[in-house]
């Protein structure tokens, strides 16, 4: 089972965090089927075979800008905000870790060299963010 922090405030689910742990071979996924992006992680033996396919519309409709970001080395210090621009929390993401952001706000400092890998719908330009 996967190490898995839910961030809620009044019952508002605002993001997960999966942290880095040991996982056994398998596929778990972390989001809910009602939420507009599905992460998990997949652990695979050599030999496994994932058959070729697509993944057809399911109809979950986006009602946020949902992201996901992965650690691929050095640490962040991550502010998670609720809509109106007050702090839900604040932790350290590091090596390994994904944030899967599904509403609200986020910040970001880094007290040391840190690669992200973001993955969003859809492209935003720097004009197009909001300032909580």
């Known amino acids: ?13 605002f993001a997960t965090i999966v942290k880095h742990s040991p996982f056994e071979h398998g596929v778990e996924f972390v989001t809910r089927p009602e939420t507009s992006v599905q992460v998990g992680v997949l652990d695979h033996k050599a030999g496994d075979i994932i058959s070729p396919h697509v993944h057809t519309p399911h109809g979950v409709p986006m009602t946020d800008a949902a992201e996901v970001l992965y650690v691929e080395s050095g640490k962040v210090n991550a502010r ?16 390994g870790d994904i944030l899967i952001q599904l509403c609200g706000g986020h910040a970001f400092s880094f007290g040391e060299d840190c690669r992200l890998i973001e993955v969003k719908p859809g492209t935003y330009e720097r004009s197009e963010r909001k300032d909580l």
């Not at 089972?1 to 689910?13: G, P």
């Not at 621009?85 to 932790?91: I, N």
């Open 80 to 95: 998670i905000y609720d809509q109106y621009g007050e702090l839900v929390m604040e932790t350290v993401l590091e090596h």
């Open 1 to 13: 089972m996967l190490n898995c922090l839910i961030i809620a405030k009044d019952k508002k689910h």
